[in-house]
T-cell receptor
Framework: GAVVSQHPSWVICKSGTSVKIECRSL??????MFWYRQFPKQSLMLMAT?????????EQGVEKDKFLINHASLTLSTLTVTSAHPEDSSFYIC???????????FGDGTRLSIL | RKEVEQDPGPFNVPEGATVAFNCTYS??????FFWYRQDCRKEPKLLMS???SGNEDGRFTAQLNRASQYISLLIRDSKLSDSATYLC????????????FGQGTRLTINP
């Protein structure tokens, strides 16, 4: 099945630091990738849709200047949490689909802890 | 009202029992439906897609009721390893490829 790799798995850093998370589709080309955030005991909340070669589409309430998304190629999207603060601590997960209307395949997730 | 709603549980059932989950969706234009399984502190993994005619994969059966706008998941002969959170997901616009997830139902299978 489709494989999506996410890196790093775990990040602990000081408040004010910017953190970059990578999401790669390993065995298929993904024109669209998705970034989610999940707080403890809550469901996945879509943050943005990452489109290869164009600007990301952000969900309502998600600050695009805070969460920078770059989709540089058909197999790589990055999410940068700029000037992270403790309230940004969460589980960030990317996903990709290899065809329209098909299921999304998730990366391993990145657990971000801001001290 | 949330676009996709699930009973959060928790469901605690003995090993070998049959468990059923429902998930309702509000947008009648929804096109594709899925069940995901998420283990604690891990990413969701696709369990199965849900087809209009219903589909089965081993001990798991998924059904779709478009008239009532709900999908269901049935787990027969439950195993200890089935303990997880089960998330339903709905794609209301295949062109946009966006999924909306329910909050998940936590299941614990007891020995």
């Amino acid at each position: 099945g489709a494989v999506v790799s996410q890196h790093p798995s775990w990040v602990i850093c000081k408040s004010g630091t910017s953190v970059k998370i990578e999401c790669r589709s390993l065995d298929f080309q993904a024109t669209t990738m998705f970034w989610y955030r999940q707080f403890p005991k809550q469901s996945l909340m879509l943050m943005a849709t990452s489109n290869e070669g164009s600007k990301a589409t952000y969900e309502q309430g998600v600050e695009k200047d805070k969460f920078l998304i770059n989709h540089a190629s058909l197999t790589l999207s990055t999410l940068t949490v700029t000037s992270a603060h403790p309230e940004d601590s969460s589980f960030y997960i990317c996903s990709a689909t290899d065809r329209g209307g098909g299921p999304q395949h998730f990366g391993d997730g990145t657990r971000l802890s801001i001290l | 009202r949330k676009e996709v709603e699930q009973d959060p549980g928790p469901f605690n059932v003995p090993e070998g029992a049959t468990v059923a989950f429902n998930c309702t969706y509000s947008n009648s234009a929804s096109q594709s439906f899925f069940w995901y399984r998420q283990d604690c502190r891990k990413e969701p993994k696709l369990l199965m897609s849900v087809y209009s005619s219903g589909n089965e994969d081993g001990r798991f059966t998924a059904q779709l009721n478009r008239a009532s706008q709900y999908i269901s998941l049935l787990i027969r002969d439950s195993k200890l390893s089935d303990s997880a959170t089960y998330l339903c997901a709905v794609n209301r616009d295949p062109a946009a490829q966006k999924l909306v997830f329910g909050q998940g139902t936590r299941l614990t299978i007891n020995p």
